[in-house]
């Protein structure tokens, strides 16, 4: 089971190569980032609203003692930020170059959040090998700037 997960992940990263270049070609005919970013998030949301309708017959409620936390609710303010950020820079630097970054950041703030298992995550200290696996992306990521 749990490699349908990997699997599952590898798609979704499949998934955000070929979303950079579908979004930055749309940018290109909008002529605007954040207008392509509301155009994707707009067509995200009704395909999800079509996929929860059809297939969760479950009414959505907050259960009894949740606790309104703000910082909950920005998931879709940092997905803004990022598909806006990512059709400004993808068609300057290319999709492997910004991408090399996007994934570089999210390693180090990830692990960041594993080590201090902050947001809610389960603990999962940093290691020598982690810190390691660090360096070899960001050598990574340079290389493939390299022409």
């Known amino acids: 089971m ?3 997960f990997y699997l599952l992940s590898l ?11 579908v979004n930055t070609q749309l940018r290109n005919d909008t002529n ?29 409620v907050f259960p009894a003692g949740f606790e309104f936390t703000w910082w909950k609710f920005t998931g879709g303010l940092l997905g803004a930020l990022y598909v806006t950020a990512i059709v400004i820079a993808a068609p300057r630097i ?8 996007i ?17 809610g995550m389960p603990v999962n ?7 390691l696996g660090i360096v070899i992306l960001i050598c990574g990521v ?6």
């Open 2 to 4: 749990k490699n349908y």
């Open 11 to 21: 798609v979704a990263g499949i998934a955000v190569a070929v979303q950079t270049g």
């Open 32 to 60: 605007s980032p954040v207008f392509t970013a509301l155009i994707s998030f707009a067509i995200g949301t009704v395909a999800l609203t079509i996929i929860y309708f059809s297939f969760f017959k479950v009414t959505p």
């Open 94 to 101: 290319g999709v492997a170059n910004a991408l090399g970054f």
């Open 103 to 119: 994934v570089a950041g999210q390693f180090v703030s990830a692990v960041i959040i594993d080590h201090f298992g902050l947001l």
């Open 125 to 131: 200290p940093i290691s020598w090998w982690r810190v």
């Open 142 to 147: 340079y290389l493939i700037q390299k022409k």
